[in-house]
């Protein structure tokens, strides 16, 4: 079972412009969702996070977007550069002890074209 | 600060035979989670610790055991390794939301 679903394998953009990863879930027992992303042999580096009562949040070039009644959340990137070029992954964590967990999503390649 | 640090990076081991990672948490951070990447499987959840303690587990067979000792210091356990062990395996540790990654150990299976 899925609970975290990232349905874009991968994403090329044009450097300079926004790009848009998306992620679904499917439990709203989730209270946090996280951004990671993932160079080659390197581990995931946390990127940004959203609480699960807000549906905004930003940082520098990153903001991540939730809309819960969809389950749905989607990280954008402005302005693309190069560097991001990496695999993202969406992740979500419930803080209950009994199944404190985070499951992370498949991932997404983003390839920034320069 | 020190991050988090996986010992060894790489190794490689053959069918049959076990295998003992470590991991290193972050100074304070008492959470230490593993992880499973393998390719186009994205990240899969093995086990969490918290005060030496396992709070969850993931979908894997016995064979994949874990530890953590009083310093918050884990160590997973692979044991009758198989050809499809061969991964990336992530070691995390936590104070609160976000998880912090070590570099990971490359076990190859042959």
């Known amino acids: 079972d899925q609970q975290v679903k990232q349905n874009s394998p991968s994403l090329s953009v044009q450097e300079g412009r926004i790009s848009i990863l998306n992620c679904d879930y499917t439990?709203?027992?989730?209270?946090?969702f996280l951004w990671y992303k993932k160079y080659p042999a390197e581990g995931p580096t946390f990127l940004i996070s959203i609480s699960s009562i807000k549906d905004k949040n930003e940082d520098g070039r990153f903001t991540v977007f939730l809309n819960k009644s969809a389950k749905h959340l989607s990280l954008h990137i402005v302005p693309s550069q190069p560097g991001d070029s990496a695999v993202y992954f969406c992740?979500?964590?419930?803080?209950?002890?009994?199944?404190?967990?985070?499951?992370f999503g498949p991932g997404t390649s983003l390839s920034v074209i320069p | 600060k020190a991050g988090v640090t996986q010992t060894p990076r790489y190794l490689i081991k053959t069918r049959g035979q076990q295998v003992t990672l470590s991991c290193s948490p972050i100074?304070?951070?008492?959470?230490v989670s593993w992880y499973q990447q393998t390719p186009g499987q994205g990240l899969q959840f093995l086990f969490e610790y918290f005060s030496e303690t396992q709070r969850n587990k993931g979908n894997f067979p016995g064979r994949f055991s874990g530890r953590q000792f009083s310093n918050s210091r884990s160590e997973m356990n692979v044991s009758t390794l198989e050809l499809g062990d061969s991964a990336l395996y992530l070691c995390?540790?936590?104070?609160?939301?976000?998880?912090?990654f070590g570099e990971g150990s490359r076990l190859t299976v042959l």
């Open positions: 992740a979500a964590r419930t803080l209950k002890t009994s199944y404190d967990k985070v499951i």
């Open positions: 439990n709203s027992m989730f209270d946090y």
């Open positions: 995390a540790s936590s104070l609160a939301v976000e998880l912090f």
């Open positions: 100074s304070g951070h008492r959470s």
